[in-house]
């Protein structure tokens, strides 16, 4: 069965760190694995999607990586800013799409 | 990008009644959708997965009889929950994928969230 974690659960940070945030699953046979983002009380917007024959992908101050054999994929965070506040969910794609459990992040002022 | 739309965003009803939540998906067809509810502070969990035209496939632990999936046509999944109580209350988000067993994007509903007196 596959099981994805998220390592921290929870992050607070001053405005302008780069941050790193974890995603690790248990399965490596997967087809692809996709960033989220969740603001309070609203549904999901999709960040990125790597494709399991690629390494990374970026977009704007993301970049997300998968090392697929060691079942790992780390989100990137350039100089963050109040507005990159939200709840990060990484998900992994093999028949169905399983979520990983979060990582709250706030970041300050 | 491709748009889902669900609906309704949020409801309020009596112990007891049925609740129905629909999921469009808007410019393409969707021949692959799934079901996941979230509780407050947690992350989303798979309830079921539906193609077009067949049974829905339910993950363990969700009650079928009491989560009722229909996904009758390529742009169009429903979910009723039935005879609702307070611990159904969450938040419930369908995403749906274009090509049967692809490994393409999903794409996600904004969320419907219930909230059962």
């Known amino acids: 069965k596959q099981e994805v974690t998220q390592i921290p659960a929870a992050l607070s940070v001053p405005e302008g760190e780069n941050l790193v945030l974890n995603c690790s699953f248990t399965?490596?046979?997967?087809?692809?694995l996709q960033w989220f983002r969740q603001d309070p009380g609203k549904g999901l917007t999709s960040l990125l999607l790597?494709?399991?024959?690629?390494r990374e992908q970026t977009s704007g101050r993301l970049n997300a990586s998968l090392d697929k054999s060691s079942g790992r994929s780390t989100l990137y965070i350039a100089a963050s800013q109040p507005g990159d506040s939200a709840t990060y969910l990484c998900a992994v794609l093999t028949d169905k799409l399983i979520f990983g459990t979060g990582t709250r992040l706030q970041v300050f002022p | 990008g491709a748009v889902v739309s669900q609906h309704p965003s949020r409801v309020i009803c009596k112990s007891g009644t049925s609740v129905k939540i629909e999921c469009r998906s808007l410019?393409?067809?969707?021949?692959?959708m799934f079901w996941y509810r979230q509780f407050p502070k947690q992350s989303l969990m798979l309830m079921a997965t539906s193609n077009e035209g067949s049974k829905a496939t339910y993950e363990q632990g969700v009650e079928k009889d009491k989560f009722l999936i229909n996904h009758a046509s390529l742009t169009l999944s429903t979910l009723t929950v039935t005879s609702a109580h307070p611990e159904d209350s969450s938040f419930y988000i369908c995403?749906?994928?274009?090509?049967?067993?692809?490994?393409?994007?999903?794409?996600f509903g904004e969320g419907s969230r219930l909230t059962v007196l």
């Open positions: 995403s749906a994928r274009a090509n049967r067993g692809g490994t393409g994007e999903l794409f």
């Open positions: 790597i494709q399991s024959s690629q």
């Open positions: 410019d393409f067809q969707a021949t692959t």
């Open positions: 399965d490596s046979a997967i087809y692809n």
